[in-house]
């Protein structure tokens, strides 16, 4: 897969979800579905997912490597770069894309830093 790049998700696009990344891609691969993203924080402005950098937190998400033509499915889908913004962080060893608010309007914090968890949760809750 030359020419791809790593793609960190955390919200909506993560693959256990619906439609998840798979629904937006044809070729993805997820390298790790369990990533810890450090440095970040989780949580969510107008309805959607959104991570910003926190010193001291981390989230959780899957690290998926993409092609150009998934990452233009993605772009789009997360309506980049009028709604979501993307930039490069570099890891340890890996440069990772990720997707982000500019802007956002905080509504809840997701202190354990995964959306699955956070979503499931609500679920119950509403029970």
């Known amino acids: 897969m030359d020419g791809n790049k790593y793609m960190f998700v955390y919200g909506t696009l993560r693959p256990e979800t619906s439609p998840g990344i798979h629904g ?3 070729n993805v691969k997820i390298v790790n579905p369990n990533f ?7 949580y969510m402005s107008h ?4 991570i910003s950098e926190h010193k001291g937190s981390s989230v959780i998400g899957a690290l998926c490597l993409v092609d150009i033509n998934d990452e233009i499915a993605l772009d ?5 770069p ?6 490069d962080i570099k890891t340890d060893d890996k440069e990772i894309a990720i997707y982000f608010q500019p802007k956002p309007k905080i509504t809840t914090i ?7 968890k956070w979503v499931n949760k609500q679920r ?3 029970k």
């Open 24 to 26: 937006m891609t044809h």
């Open 36 to 42: 810890k993203l450090e440095g970040f924080c989780l």
């Open 47 to 50: 309805d959607y997912p959104t």
């Open 76 to 80: 789009r889908y997360e309506g980049y």
């Open 82 to 87: 009028n709604f979501y913004e993307k930039r």
């Open 110 to 116: 997701i202190e354990s830093g995964d959306f699955i």
């Open 124 to 126: 119950l809750l509403m």
